[in-house]
């Protein structure tokens, strides 16, 4: 089965301030207001920009710098790997002098999201301390066999094709669990479960002050406009072009970014990332032109297909894993399951638009999960084929895709 983008996006367009080479031909939507959008992600101001994210642009680049400590075998802690995660500005965590001095960091936006974890604290930080646990166990469990050869039940090195990788007594890259992990419980959440809430977008005077172009304090947007553009920072705010960011989709981070870039690339969900990008130009212009029933579409479309990269990287992962598990190829397979784990975890963040809810909840990631590390005393040495096969159906059954269209992807 083919990907098929939501149609709905050519049907209505919204008139917006924007450069004269950005512009498409409009077309009247149904309540006979022409709606035009920018071909980039591109909203001007009195001719100054009104596109803001430099707070999602921060803590990708935060977390980039964590990517590289969870494997610096000779310099990294626990201690210094959570204080980067917990970074207070004038902290020297960071090689980037900018990110030092920033105030931002990441665990404050781990499961921090309006909609799930506001009255949700219990949750949130037995979340955060999770993630302080896979930096502490990079350190206990996997940097003791830097130098020896993984068995069952004993940390060290597998091969995985040219690479080597470095895995715990259960078999699990701890760095990946992170890594994976922050794709859903950051840029995720943030992104699906906030700003394109309308409990954010909508909160307190935004929405008469967006008819009114009442703008922030000090600033060339309205307080509504931002909050979408920093939906849209977690996604491409690391972009080297960001108002035109597809021509290096994949490159720019190793997070949802990267991923976006592995899915679009699978013929079967070709479109995803053009769908995606047009669904933020095109919210973002409903915004401006204070249309917004127009505008909460865009952002379910967003919330949708956002949620299914998560859920397709996971039964992808399963899947090589499987194969791999299948040849006894256990370095390709334990880098895989290690990543799948982490694509599970964040099954947590993802939104369905008819319930408002997770496709799955902590409850059942937690049974995932375990089904996944519990088959024996030794993790993911002691796992069958079988047990993957019914994971990736487990959750594949929740989506419009099928496990063999997740399992070509790259």
Same mark, same amino acid.
């Given at each position: 089965?083919?990907?098929?983008?939501?149609?709905?996006?050519?049907?209505?367009?919204?008139?917006?301030?924007?450069?004269?080479?950005?512009?498409?031909?409009?077309?009247?939507?149904?309540?006979?207001?022409?709606?035009?959008?920018?071909?980039?992600?591109?909203?001007?101001?009195?001719?100054?920009?009104?596109?803001?994210?430099?707070?999602?642009?921060?803590?990708?680049?935060?977390?980039?710098?964590?990517?590289?400590?969870?494997?610096?075998?000779?310099?990294?802690?626990?201690?210094?790997?959570?204080?980067?995660?917990?970074?207070?500005?004038?902290?020297?965590?960071?090689?980037?002098?900018?990110?030092?001095?920033?105030?931002?960091?990441?665990?404050?936006?781990?499961?921090?999201?309006?909609?799930?974890?506001?009255?949700?604290?219990?949750?949130?930080?037995?979340?955060?301390?999770?993630?302080?646990?896979?930096?502490?166990?990079?350190?206990?469990?996997?940097?003791?066999?830097?130098?020896?050869?993984?068995?069952? *039940? @004993? =940390?060290?090195?597998?091969? %995985?094709?040219?690479?080597?990788?470095?895995? !715990?007594?259960? &078999?699990?890259? #701890?760095?990946?669990?992170?890594?994976?992990?922050?794709?859903?419980?950051?840029?995720?959440?943030?992104?699906?479960?906030?700003?394109?809430?309308?409990?954010?977008?909508?909160?307190?005077?935004?929405?008469?002050?967006?008819?009114?172009?009442?703008?922030?304090?000090?600033?060339?947007?309205?307080?509504?406009?931002?909050?979408?553009?920093?939906?849209?920072?977690?996604?491409?705010?690391?972009?080297?072009?960001?108002?035109?960011?597809?021509?290096?989709?994949?490159?720019?981070?190793?997070?949802?970014?990267?991923?976006?870039?592995?899915?679009?690339?699978?013929?079967?969900?070709? *479109? @995803? =990332?053009?769908?995606?990008? %047009?669904?933020?130009?095109?919210?973002?212009? !409903?915004?401006? &032109?204070?249309? #917004?029933?127009?505008?909460?579409?865009?952002?379910?479309?967003?919330?949708?297909?956002?949620?299914?990269?998560?859920?397709?990287?996971?039964?992808?992962?399963?899947?090589?894993?499987?194969?791999?598990?299948?040849?006894?190829?256990?370095?390709?397979?334990?880098?895989?399951?290690?990543?799948?784990?982490?694509?599970?975890?964040?099954?947590?963040?993802?939104?369905?638009?008819?319930?408002?809810?997770?496709?799955?909840?902590?409850?059942?990631?937690?049974?995932?999960?375990?089904?996944?590390?519990?088959?024996?005393?030794?993790?993911?040495?002691?796992?069958?084929?079988?047990?993957?096969?019914?994971?990736?159906?487990?959750?594949?059954?929740?989506?419009?895709?099928?496990? !063999?269209?997740?399992?070509?992807?790259?």
């Amino acid at each position: 089965m083919k990907y098929l983008p939501n149609l709905f996006l050519a049907a209505t367009l919204l008139f917006v301030s924007c450069s004269d080479d950005d512009n498409t031909d409009p077309i009247p939507d149904n309540g006979g207001v022409d709606i035009e959008a920018p071909l980039t992600y591109n909203f001007e101001r009195n001719g100054e920009t009104t596109v803001s994210f430099s707070g999602q642009t921060t803590r990708i680049r935060m977390g980039e710098e964590v990517v590289g400590a969870l494997l610096d075998f000779d310099n990294s802690t626990s201690e210094s790997l959570i204080a980067q995660y917990n970074h207070q500005e004038g902290e020297a965590n960071f090689e980037d002098e900018t990110l030092n001095a920033s105030n931002k960091n990441l665990s404050s936006k781990t499961a921090a999201s309006r909609d799930y974890f506001v009255t949700n604290t219990a949750e949130s930080a037995v979340i955060r301390t999770d993630f302080e646990t896979y930096m502490e166990k990079q350190i206990s469990d996997v940097f003791p066999g830097e130098f020896q050869a993984a068995e069952p *039940g @004993i =940390a060290g090195q597998l091969a %995985d094709g040219s690479s080597t990788r470095w895995v !715990a007594p259960d &078999g699990l890259e #701890y760095n990946q669990l992170w890594i994976k992990g922050m794709i859903g419980a950051l840029m995720a959440d943030q992104m699906l479960n906030n700003y394109l809430s309308p409990a954010v977008l909508d909160e307190a005077d935004n929405v008469t002050n967006n008819d009114n172009e009442v703008l922030a304090e000090g600033k060339n947007y309205t307080t509504m406009e931002h909050k979408w553009d920093e939906a849209y920072g977690y996604l491409f705010g690391n972009s080297p072009s960001a108002s035109n960011p597809l021509a290096t989709l994949g490159d720019d981070d190793s997070f949802l970014n990267k991923y976006l870039g592995r899915v679009e690339n699978d013929p079967d969900f070709a *479109g @995803i =990332a053009q769908e995606i990008f %047009d669904a933020f130009k095109l919210g973002r212009a !409903a915004i401006v &032109g204070k249309n #917004y029933q127009l505008r909460d579409e865009q952002a379910a479309i967003i919330q949708e297909r956002v949620s299914e990269i998560i859920a397709i990287r996971a039964v992808y992962y399963l899947e090589q894993g499987r194969m791999a598990l299948e040849q006894e190829n256990y370095g390709t397979s334990f880098h895989d399951l290690s990543e799948g784990y982490g694509f599970i975890y964040s099954l947590r963040f993802t939104r369905n638009t008819v319930t408002g809810a997770p496709y799955f909840n902590r409850t059942e990631v937690d049974a995932m999960l375990s089904q996944l590390m519990e088959q024996g005393t030794n993790g993911l040495w002691d796992l069958t084929p079988a047990v993957l096969s019914d994971l990736a159906e487990t959750i594949a059954a929740k989506f419009s895709f099928t496990v !063999a269209q997740a399992a070509d992807s790259n």
